[in-house]
């Protein structure tokens, strides 16, 4: 009648910390697919805005491609991070048939470390450190949370315009291969262009 009250066993906490490892590998391969189809729209709009001779605006959005790609390369090492952990995790558990508890791992810690400073994962990443600490895996973490935005953009950003001004040059303008567009196709086009120009409107503000 007490079975609530008894303490995990090795082989059952690793079970769960996996599982949330998963999960959140899920949850971050959405946030990337959601980067790039946003990432491709603003470069479609930062052309249009070359085209145009609005340079201004169009580093204003080239701002948002670089912050965009140094998110998708954060998330790509958040996921090695947690594949490192779970093997980790399993290895440690295989020890325990030697030891009798989980042994403390400086490797899982120190990545645990860098994984809670990303927002995505903070969360989820400090209630499962506190459970390795009490089981004895780690000592306390870090809580701090890593900036997600960049000091200075300046170059980086004039950099990625003149990449898609010599896009631009070296394709030419582009025609498109059927001569009409489906009315669902111009209003589509219309929404994301109205939403980027938003975004546009927000970022100068």
């Known amino acids: 009648m007490f079975s609530f009250l008894k303490k995990p066993s090795p082989e059952e906490l690793v079970k769960k910390?996996?599982?949330?490892?998963?999960?959140?590998?899920?949850g971050l391969e959405t946030q990337l697919r959601a980067i790039d189809l946003q990432e491709k729209k603003t470069v479609r709009m930062i052309k249009e805005r070359v085209k145009a001779g609005d340079q201004k605006s169009a580093k204003t959005l080239a701002k948002e491609i670089v912050n965009s790609r140094k998110a998708k390369e954060r998330i790509y090492t958040a996921k090695a991070q947690m594949n490192s952990v779970s093997m980790q995790l399993q290895s440690n558990l295989a020890m325990t048939k030697v030891q009798g508890n989980l042994a403390k791992s400086t490797e899982i810690m120190k990545m645990m470390n860098d994984l809670i400073k990303l927002p995505e994962l903070n969360k989820v990443m400090m209630a499962m450190g506190s459970e390795m600490t009490?089981?004895?895996?780690?000592?306390?973490?870090?809580?701090?949370v890593f900036d997600m935005q960049g000091e200075d953009l300046e170059e980086e950003a004039e950099m990625e315009v003149?990449?898609?001004?010599?896009?631009?040059?070296?394709?030419?303008?582009?025609?498109?291969?059927?001569?009409?567009?489906?009315?669902?196709?111009?209003?589509?086009?219309k929404q994301e262009d109205s939403e980027l120009l938003d975004r546009l409107k927000a970022l100068k503000s």
Do not use: C, F, H, Y
Request: charged content about 40%; hydrophobic content about 35%.
């Open 17 to 26: 910390w996996k599982r949330e490892l998963r999960r959140e590998e899920r």
């Open 162 to 189: 003149n990449k898609i001004m010599d896009e631009i040059l070296v394709s030419g303008p582009q025609v498109s291969s059927t001569p009409l567009e489906t009315q669902e196709e111009v209003v589509q086009e």
């Open 134 to 144: 009490k089981a004895g895996i780690m000592e306390e973490m870090i809580s701090d």
